[in-house]
């Protein structure tokens, strides 16, 4: 099945840094690819998501990119803010293959200092 | 917005006994889904549901997990005989469609339950 890794675990950042946040996938049949923010003792909520046609995609502070070949993702926020600061989980999911099962890795703790 | 909603928001139950976690998904969702978390770990997959019968099920979804939409608005997670490893969050999500249609592969997610096993 898909096994979805990554890294870093923590990630300790100054207001006004960028992040990065990397993602590999095993099943080079997954074809979507979202990004969820969690904050503390909240509900995991969609911020961005990629699916496997596309290379890259951007929302205003927040970029997610796709490399099918090396099966990697990445999370990029750039000017980052106090707010941003919670736990980020990516996931892979095959949307036709199986019912869209979400197989999530295992977060980074992002930490934004003012 | 619509959201999903979950009830209880905590529960604590006895080892062994029978727990009934309910989610009402959103309205115009079709695919149905229980993730679990536990306390300070990655979301875990447990399963699916589509059109009154399971999609898919990951390995924690043994003989004591059932799942069961009772009428047109909830969707019900039974763990028959609770043990102290199914202490975690547990989150019911839905989306429009899941497989196929890709647009609407948006899962939305529940606020959780914490079931707490002693």
């Known amino acids: 099945g898909e096994n979805v890794e990554q890294h870093p675990s923590t990630l300790s950042v100054q207001e006004g840094d960028s992040a990065v946040i990397k993602c590999t996938y095993s099943d080079s049949a997954s074809n979507y690819f979202p990004w969820y923010k969690q904050e503390l003792g909240k509900r995991p909520q969609l911020i961005i998501d990629?699916?496997?046609?596309?290379g890259e995609k951007k929302d205003q502070r927040i970029a997610v990119t796709l490399n099918k070949t090396a099966k990697h993702f990445s999370l990029h926020i750039t000017e980052t803010q106090p707010e941003d600061s919670a736990v980020y989980f990516c996931?892979?999911?095959?949307?036709?293959?199986?019912?869209?099962?979400?197989?999530f890795g295992k977060g980074t703790k992002l930490s934004v200092k003012p | 917005e619509p959201e999903v909603t979950q009830t209880p928001s905590h529960q604590v139950t006895q080892m062994g006994q029978e727990v009934i976690l309910r989610c009402v998904p959103i309205?115009?969702?079709?695919?149905f889904y229980w993730y679990r978390q536990i306390l300070g770990q990655k979301v875990e997959f447990l399963v699916s549901f589509y059109n009154n019968e399971i999609s898919e099920k990951s390995e924690i979804f043994d003989d004591q997990f059932s799942v069961e939409r009772p009428d047109g608005s909830n969707f019900t997670l039974k763990i028959r005989s609770t043990k102290l490893e199914d202490s975690a969050m547990y989150f019911c999500a839905s989306s429009r469609s899941g497989g196929g249609a890709v647009a609407y592969n948006e899962q939305f997610f529940g606020p959780g339950t914490r079931l707490t096993v002693l």
């Open positions: 309205s115009n969702h079709l695919y």
């Open positions: 996931a892979a999911s095959n949307y036709g293959g199986s019912q869209g099962n979400l197989i």
């Open positions: 990629i699916r496997s046609n596309v």
